[in-house]
């Protein structure tokens, strides 16, 4: 079975540069406070995306796995060169921490996204707390784009990322999301407190991280105490231990109803690599040379080209109708993770029975509507 031809995509998700203003501890970019060791320092260009648009395409959106899109020097080009492109009618969807640029920049963005966009500003807390885990961040700043932003006639979402430290807080956000004329509030759980550590089966439970905020201070992370801010992470990886007896044995036995290939999505990041969805792209980049989707990654670069699924080197259509894309990704979920073109831990962690990795699906999110949806 094929995974998509060009005319089934819908949706596209890029991870636009691998630059980024913060050091949030949870993200593949960050390693004991700082930038991974050899993460290409890169961008995409119009050029890039003049290969990525297909008939049918609907959405694009900028949300990556390791960069801030608004740090980015080609960002703002971009954008406007798809809202005059007449190629391309779709939406653009932006997700970002917000703290960076000024407000004219910000009216600017409003400005090209009008009437076919929105921004998702990541905003985990308020001024005690947002930098706790979006390290580095400056929260009157943030409030004080958003403001611009919306002023301007922008349409935005508030997402909340809840953690031990900011639980407290999300009521009091919700209504200052409101008052600040967000048209949407969404409360995300989070499962990141289960890693690769437990994927290797080490029963070790990461309730405890430390965020580095520069060289002197340190911030302990916690899950939250209240069971409806929790992710199932925790809960559902003893019962894969209980049920499967391994990690690996769980994805090898598992079946995939993949989430991207029913809504006609796929993933690109920003060297113009092509990839099934934005979480089986994340591994390739880790630091950790023994990172299970790392190996997993590399497994099948090294198998057909390093190349083989970039934009800068193929057409999308071509690279949809290679051999990896065309058969051997689906034939893979029922396959093994020792397999030739192995089935990913990606696929059985977040397209799984058991698990539910993602803070969008599952019962990981709730959104609350304050005025229409865009």
């Known amino acids: 079975m ?29 390693h004991n406070g700082e930038t991974i060791p050899g993460l290409p320092q890169v961008e995409l260009t119009i050029a890039d995306y003049q290969k990525m648009i297909t008939p049918n395409l609907e959405t694009i959106m900028f949300c990556g ?12 080009p971009v954008v406007e060169w798809l809202a005059n492109e007449s190629s391309f009618k779709g ?49 009157n700043k943030i409030i004080e784009n958003a403001s611009a932003f919306i002023d301007a006639g922008g349409k935005a979402r508030w997402d ?5 430290h900011n639980e407290h807080q999300v009521d009091e956000a919700i209504k200052m999301a409101q008052a600040l004329g967000f048209e949407q509030f969404q409360i995300k759980l989070t499962n990141r407190f289960i890693n690769d550590e437990h994927y290797q089966n080490k029963k070790v439970y990461a309730d405890n991280l430390q965020s580095v ?45 993949c989430k991207w290939q029913s809504k006609g999505q796929i993933f690109i990041d920003f060297e113009g690599r092509v990839w099934p969805c934005t979480w089986t792209a994340s591994g390739y980049y880790h630091h950790d040379e023994t990172n299970t989707q790392k190996v997993q990654a590399r497994k099948i670069l ?15 259509e071509e690279i949809l109708n290679h051999e990896y894309f065309a058969e ?4 893979s979920w029922k396959g093994s993770t020792e397999d030739a073109i192995p089935k990913l831990i990606a696929c059985g962690r977040t397209c799984g029975t058991h698990y539910e990795f993602s803070s969008a699906h599952g019962g990981n999110n709730q959104l609350i509507e304050f005025n229409k949806e865009l």
């Open 213 to 257: 905020q520069g060289k002197r201070s340190r911030h302990v992370l916690n899950m939250p105490v209240l069971q409806n801010f929790q992710g199932k992470g925790k809960e559902q990886n003893e019962r894969i231990l209980e049920d499967f007896g391994s990690w690996k044995n769980y994805v090898n036995r598992t079946a995939i109803s």
């Open 328 to 331: 051997k990704l689906c034939n």
């Open 91 to 139: 939406k653009i969807i932006v997700t970002t921490n917000g703290s960076a640029r000024d407000t004219k920049w910000w009216v600017e963005l409003a400005r090209l996204l009008k009437g076919r966009g929105k921004v998702n500003f990541s905003i985990d807390g308020l001024s005690d707390t947002n930098h706790l885990y979006r390290v580095n961040s400056n929260f």
């Open 160 to 164: 909340y990322l809840v953690f031990g």
């Open 2 to 30: 094929k995974y998509l031809n060009t005319e089934d995509i819908r949706y596209l998700q890029v991870d636009h540069n691998s630059t980024c203003n913060l050091r949030c501890p949870q993200c593949a970019r960050n």
């Open 65 to 76: 796995n390791y960069g801030e899109v608004i740090v980015s020097e080609t960002f703002l």
């Open 302 to 316: 090294d198998h057909y080209g390093w190349n083989f699924n970039s934009v800068r080197h193929h057409s999308l």
